[in-house]
């Protein structure tokens, strides 16, 4: 057996006839109407930005500055919504004629969101109107200290409001604009609005900016963002926005834009700018309209993005080895570890140990922590840590992450209060992660028409999930790939079908899957192109065995095949006829040994049981593995002196032998066996063995090399001999266990793990 990383769980709409249909029921889409919406959207789809409160106010106080030529300073975010929907607005105001700037607040050093000293620079430097993107609906105090300093601000946003609302001149909000029905924009869909009143028309030439930030802000790709996604990506193919070019040159994007070359390419490019120094050029970026300087800083942030995934790699390897997996929510700090960073870093450790993570950088000159979090689907940060709020100085953010702020001194308190929360709402097991698959789904039904309508459900993202398959099949072929062999590639194989799957990251579950076992897969599909040549392939998630495995190395007893089982299964144990042999093999481990004569008594339940060497007895075997019911069996015995191969002697050659040690009574062995045997064309071996049966029977007596038959012998079978039965008896063994094919043997272990298996579902209904 292996266990899947995560909860696999099923949707509700699993067991409709058609998948289409199923995937589209789950997405709420009832209607004929409603489906068309869905898989064709359209830029009418859009609603008008005078349904946004506060819109009107703030497009007459825009158009007042115009007139009045006064300067105006849009205030931006530091990650890609926010440098985007900086990009977007500062664009519209440039084709108003309006007199405006930008600024971006350092991360390190101010923080996210307004702050007073900016506000005060912007006073002295001429600025009267001050409208933010991406941030300052939590801004309170700062929107006083604007209002004090005669700012006019207009704060543009999307994220989750505190208990009291900034009295700021004008706020565009979706969450508090009654008549405004789709209320998840990202912030750069707030922008857009903003842009679209102000501008008259709808500016589509501004949707490759949306769809960066909507998609890299993780916001539900649902009604109106999934209209400007689907249309953000296709003005991003096609983008007139030099910088824009520029960044996917870098990326090497070449093809139509997907969902993916954002999240995973242009978006965290953009994001390593501001993690790692001031935003402010990747604004510089969008906005250029010189080629030259545009690849300049595109390059510029290549090489910044390559110094992050660095700095990432460093701290995560660090941070895992500090983890207490006593903790069920993990807190983190150092004094060296780069803020800016703290957050991938966290999102990566949940991925690793299935809870939430708190990763802080100790700035020692204040004794503060600072830093980023992350969580499970089933654990709201934002609700959980606003119970806190007294031990934060700063707190904010979302359900699954947020940004903090607090003494050193509160560290106890807040690790206690998150551990006790989390222990009171979750069981362990609701700790790991979820994967909700759509459909069980057959290699016949893996063709390219359909996974040509399941791209049509894209952009796929929050909200608008990407169809997740369950596939059980045997592999015909399990190997690692890739140049660290870190990912896993197999392939199933039937007369008509052919299909791959392949897992990045999976590398390591390789050598823990037999290839003749049935196992399950879960993933997304896809369309692999090679060579010309087009096939459907799985993109795995998750892999799990539901049935015992046997991992077959029989007359291979290597280390490679034991070592990656020691650290995946707690309890190991290696079964052999002796147990110092069985330690000096295996090194310090730990490992249980057992023998074939440990008292049954002592056994106790394993993962996988390792059968070092063959018994002599097999019913002890038998009685073994009933007793510690292994998930797993792996046999890598030896057979150094064959029984089964070394043919038994036949009654002549017994009749002959024991009628030349009559007639030559008393035989000198040292002398005469070589002469036997020579004679006979016999091995030695066989000779001795039948000399034995021999002194078995007391057919003959041997002392000093000296050979004398007994004349008073009692007739008896030869296979009373218990040298002959053990013959008979080891033979028998290693013609069962170690020269039967694969399927045999484990049709032969099979029988006995089914007892085991039976037995235990006996008690438990008899309890």
Not at 518 to 524: K, L, P, R, W, Y
Request: with cysteine.
């Amino acid at each position: 057996m292996l266990k899947s990383k995560a909860n696999w769980k099923w949707s509700e709409s699993t067991g409709t006839a058609s998948i289409l249909e199923s995937l589209l029921t789950e997405r709420g889409l009832q209607t004929d109407e409603e489906k068309e919406r869905f898989l064709h959207p359209q830029l009418e789809h859009i609603q008008s930005p005078v349904a946004l409160d506060g819109v009107e106010k703030a497009k007459e106080r825009i158009f007042a500055a115009m007139e009045r030529e006064e300067k105006v300073m849009v205030y931006g975010d530091y990650d890609a919504d926010g440098v985007t929907s900086t990009a977007l607005l500062m664009t519209a105001f440039m084709e108003l004629g309006v007199r405006c700037d930008y600024y971006i607040p350092n991360r390190f050093d101010e923080g996210y969101g307004l702050n007073e000293q900016a506000l005060q620079s912007f006073y002295e430097e001429g600025y009267r109107v001050v409208v933010t993107v991406d941030n300052g609906i939590a801004n309170v105090q700062e929107a006083e200290v604007a209002k004090q300093l005669g700012i006019d601000l207009i704060i543009t946003d999307h994220h989750e409001a505190q208990e009291t609302l900034p009295d700021a001149y004008a706020i565009i909000h979706p969450a508090f604009s009654e008549d405004y029905q789709f209320k998840e924009l990202a912030g750069v869909g707030v922008a857009f609005q903003f842009a679209h009143y102000l501008l008259e028309y709808l500016p589509t030439e501004l949707l490759d900016f949306v769809a960066i930030g909507t998609i890299a802000d993780l916001v539900p790709l649902q009604d109106e963002n999934r209209v400007f996604a689907h249309f953000g990506m296709q003005a991003l193919s096609e983008t007139q926005h030099i910088g824009i070019q520029a960044l996917k040159d870098i990326c090497g994007i070449t093809d139509e834009v997907t969902e993916k070359d954002i999240g995973f390419m242009l978006a965290p490019r953009i994001n390593a700018v501001g993690r790692l120094q001031n935003a402010m050029l990747a604004v510089e970026l969008l906005l250029t309209d010189d080629e030259d300087v545009a690849k300049e800083i595109a390059a510029e942030i290549e090489e910044l993005n390559k110094e992050r995934q660095q700095i990432v790699n460093q701290i995560v390897n660090e941070a895992e080895k500090r983890v207490d997996t006593e903790d069920d929510v993990i807190i983190l700090y150092d004094a060296n570890w780069h803020e800016g960073v703290l957050g991938i870093v966290a999102s990566r450790l949940v991925r690793t140990f299935d809870r939430p993570v708190i990763m802080l950088r100790h700035k020692t000159d204040t004794n503060e922590l600072k830093g980023s979090a992350r969580s499970i689907p089933r654990f709201n940060l934002f609700e959980n840590g606003m119970k806190l709020q007294h031990l934060f100085t700063n707190f904010g953010g979302h359900s699954q992450a947020a940004g903090m702020t607090f003494p050193f001194g509160n560290l106890s308190d807040i690790k206690t209060a998150f551990n006790e929360q989390i222990r009171e709402q979750l069981t362990r097991e609701e700790l790991r992660q979820e994967i909700m698959i759509n459909q069980e789904i057959t290699m016949d039904k893996m063709t390219e028409g359909l996974v040509g309508q399941i791209n049509d459900f894209a952009p796929f993202g929050m909200g608008n999930k990407e169809p997740v398959f369950l596939l059980r099949a045997t592999p015909s072929q399990i190997r690692q790939i890739g140049q660290q062999q870190n990912h896993l590639k197999l392939q199933f194989k039937d007369d008509h079908h052919l299909v791959d799957a392949i897992g990045f990251r999976f590398g390591h579950v390789a050598p823990l899957l037999s290839e003749q076992t049935n196992i399950s897969i879960v993933g997304t599909l896809q369309i692999n192109e090679w060579n010309g040549n087009k096939t459907v392939q799985m993109l795995i998630e998750d892999i799990a065995v539901d049935e015992w495995q046997l991992f077959d190395y029989r007359g291979r007893q290597q280390h490679k095949f034991f070592t990656p089982f020691l650290s995946h299964y707690e309890n190991n144990m290696m079964l052999g006829n002796n147990v110092e042999e069985m330690k000096a093999f295996i090194g310090p481990s730990d490992m249980k040994f057992i023998t074939y004569d440990t008292d049954m008594a002592l056994l106790e339940k394993t993962d996988i049981l390792y059968i070092y060497s063959l018994p002599t007895d097999i019913t002890s075997l038998e009685s073994i593995i009933q007793h510690v019911e292994p998930n797993s069996i792996h046999i890598s015995y030896n057979v150094v002196d064959s029984a089964f191969f070394q043919a038994m002697p036949s009654r002549e050659d017994f009749k002959w032998l024991y009628g030349y040690a009559i007639k030559h009574s008393p035989i000198q062995l040292k002398v005469d066996l070589e002469q036997i045997t020579r004679s006979k064309n016999w091995s030695r071996e066989k000779a001795v063995f039948m000399l034995k049966v021999f002194l078995d029977l007391q057919f003959v007596t041997i002392d000093n090399d000296i050979l004398h038959v007994n004349q008073q012998a009692e007739k008896q079978s030869l296979t009373e001999s218990k040298t002959y039965q053990l013959r008979l008896n080891q033979s028998d063994i290693e013609q069962t266990l170690y020269y039967a094919t694969y399927d045999e043997i484990k049709q032969w272990f099979t029988q006995y793990m089914t007892v085991a298996k039976k037995n235990e579902e006996e008690i438990i209904h008899g309890l």
